[in-house]
């Protein structure tokens, strides 16, 4: 999927997270927090390829090339079970550095989790799918058969998914429409 599709994925499945659930007590630095992290969630599991807008701003000319090889190429732990509880663990440990009592890191680091697993998702209608359980080498996708999959940035994703995707972000907002007012009304100072 093109980065965009991700990133309303992400958007569709925190947006009912939030709305669903609404946490109690949020400060305005966690919503902040929030937008920031669902983006970054949807952006991590590709960091295993150097054509990623994770890679936009690199420190180092070799950095990019060197995670790949450590990930062992695109689409392999980075977008795994493993790779879900990897990096949702060290983004929590980074997360912990940031010196800001009004942060809800927890509900941060759950929120990482969800754009991520939402990346995973969404590749999962591709034609390539996703090796959820590597390193075992079996790529599932929706639905099983892989020609009746997406191909990423074809028209399908383009017509089909992304517009559906913010349906159903639109739909989200109208049904918990009153626990709009119940997050906004919750927020601290």
Known sequence: MLQR?????AVTIVSYRILAFP?????WETLVGIGIVTIL???IPDIDNVASPAWRHR?????????REFLQG???????????????????????LIPLSN?????????FLWGYVSHLLTDSLTIQGVPWLYPIPFKFGFPPLAFLRVKTG??????VVFPGLLIATIWIFYI?????????RGLQL
């Open 176 to 184: 918990f429409r009153y626990n709009i007012a119940v997050v906004y």
């Open 103 to 111: 942060l809800d890191h927890g509900l941060l680091q759950q929120i």
């Open 74 to 96: 695109h689409r392999h732990i980075s977008h795994s079970l493993i790779g879900v509880v990897l990096f949702t663990y060290i983004f929590g440990l980074l997360l912990n």
């Open 154 to 159: 074809g028209w399908v994703e383009k017509l």
């Open 23 to 27: 946490p109690v007590g949020m400060t």
């Open 41 to 43: 969630g949807a952006m």
């Open 59 to 67: 420190l180092l000319p070799w950095e990019g090339k060197m995670t």
């Open 5 to 9: 599709t991700h990133d309303l994925g």
